[in-house]
């Protein structure tokens, strides 16, 4: 729907925003979750109007296209049970395509830039199952190459390459020191950024290291909003309600959490005045989010497909759903050194929260990068304790049926291996290979693909999920 230029007007940033702050923020990534979570928190810090962000786009151009139109900014529909609330989000002051490398180099040349926020999504950071930088990936490849050729090269495609294009221009500029912040789904995300990076760097020019060692701070983040994909029923509320035409509108969950540790050498936003946690240490609320918020949603994700569900709403109100979520939920709470018995009630509470339709599909894409960071580590101490594995198994199980009914729909960097894989599992008569299993299994953690209790245990579920599906 286009806006009518008498009856409807576009949102815009005089009318409806507040002026564009100075950018100080570079964020690589931008998508609905950024727009409902960073930017958010940016908007309602204290100091707002002194920190700006420069966004860039991930695979695509699209949102640059849709936030330029309308001078960056964007409608934030919060959805509880009671109702929505709408609010204006105007912290982004500049939209830019991701393969616009020669404008990522001018912020990075910038002084006034403080810090680089990410969310690329588990697959952006493009590591091997090691966590390193994997430089047989055709599209690093070719960016090392081009940026080794020509520290000026434009249009590169990956994220580790492009941040060592940004150091370059800003070592050549005498800018200053600057923080990265990581806001994917990543344990210890700032130290895996960091490892995929220099590796880069020590591809195109060793001589870097020292000076990034020197000016530039690795920050670590978890980050939680439950942000669905926006719908053409977005758009159309919004002008129904507030009036004006929005391309772009971002519906999420009153829920918000976001925990970070690190320094800030050139200054941050006060996002600790607008409800953010600065800690010494992530990892024990990084670990909560990732194993229950994560590790359920992908539970639900290949289970509630199977089942013939969409949103997560539909699927944990089916009992047996419900049932397998807090059994995963009952495994990954054995290791996690922060409470957990509220944030369960917490995360059933937004799961059935009628207002928020989040797609199974949308959760279940990149399940290859994902499982190994929301799953694995749980199953691995399970394993290890003598625990039940039940849970762990079951959530890797599910995902290889979904591999081979649902490979039409599926989104995962890694669609044609795992695809493969996952058919080589389930024989032509239904039976399966227990051979394919392991070499699945393996695919995701070596040790649990090593561990004969815990592959015999993902072949039982395949036949498990694969009944009580039939008998929905």
């Not at 918000?256 to 936003?269: K, L, M, S, T």
């Not at 089942?307 to 054995?334: C, H, I, S």
């Not at 081979?404 to 599926?410: A, G, N």
Request: hydrophobic fraction near 40%.
């Amino acid at each position: 729907m286009k806006a009518d230029s008498v009856s409807i007007p576009q949102i815009s940033r005089e009318q409806d925003g507040r002026p564009a702050a100075p950018e100080k923020i570079i964020h690589l990534g931008i998508g609905n979750f950024t727009r409902a979570h960073q930017a958010w928190y940016t908007e309602h810090a204290s100091d707002a109007a002194q920190w700006g962000i420069a966004g860039f786009t991930g695979r695509g151009p699209r949102m640059s296209d849709l936030l330029e139109a309308q001078e960056c900014v964007y409608t934030l529909i919060t959805s509880g049970r009671q109702g929505d609330q709408f609010e204006v989000i105007s912290s982004i002051s500049s939209m830019h395509s991701g393969s616009d490398t020669a404008a990522l180099r001018a912020r990075f040349t910038d002084p006034d830039i403080a810090i680089v926020t990410s969310t690329v999504t588990e697959a952006g950071y493009k590591r091997t199952h090691t966590g390193d930088l994997d430089i047989a990936d055709p599209d690093v490849a070719a960016d090392l190459r081009a940026l080794k050729a020509d520290p000026l090269a434009d249009g590169l495609k990956t994220v580790p390459v492009r941040m060592v294009a940004g150091f370059l221009a800003r070592r050549c500029a005498a800018a200053g020191p600057i923080t990265v912040l990581p806001c994917d789904n990543l344990a210890g995300n700032g130290a895996a950024f960091r490892k995929v990076v220099e590796q880069a760097i020590a591809e195109v020019d060793p001589s870097l290291l020292d000076w990034t060692r020197l000016n530039v701070s690795w920050a670590t983040s978890m980050v939680d909003r439950i942000t669905p994909a926006t719908t053409p029923g977005d758009i159309e509320q919004v002008e129904c309600v507030k009036g004006w035409h929005d391309a772009s509108p971002v519906r999420t969950e009153p829920f918000r959490e976001w925990v970070i540790a690190g320094d800030f050498p050139a200054g941050r936003p006060a996002w600790d005045e607008a409800g953010a946690v600065i800690t010494g240490d992530v990892t024990p609320y990084e670990e909560r989010k990732l194993w229950m918020l994560n590790g359920s949603h992908s539970t639900l994700a290949y289970c509630g497909s199977l089942f013939g569900y969409k949103t997560v709403a539909d699927a944990v109100a089916d009992p047996t759903l419900r049932r397998w979520v807090n059994e995963w939920w009952d495994l990954a709470g054995r290791y996690i050194s922060v409470p957990t018995d509220e944030y369960r009630k917490q995360l059933l509470e937004r799961f059935e929260n009628p207002n928020i339709r989040h797609l199974l599909m949308q959760i279940a894409s990149d399940g290859s990068e994902k499982l190994p960071v929301r799953i694995v580590p749980a199953a691995r101490k399970a394993l290890k304790d003598g625990a039940p594995i039940v849970p762990a198994a079951r959530a890797i199980a599910a995902w290889i049926l979904f591999l081979t009914r649902f490979s039409d729909q599926l989104a995962d960097v890694n669609k044609s291996k795992v695809v493969a894989c996952a058919k080589a599992c389930i024989a032509a008569d239904g039976s399966v290979d227990k051979g394919g299993v392991k070499y699945v299994v393996t695919y995701l953690d070596r040790s649990l693909g090593g561990s004969p209790l815990f592959v015999d245990e993902v072949v039982k579920q395949l036949d498990e999920v694969s009944r009580a599906a039939a008998n929905r």
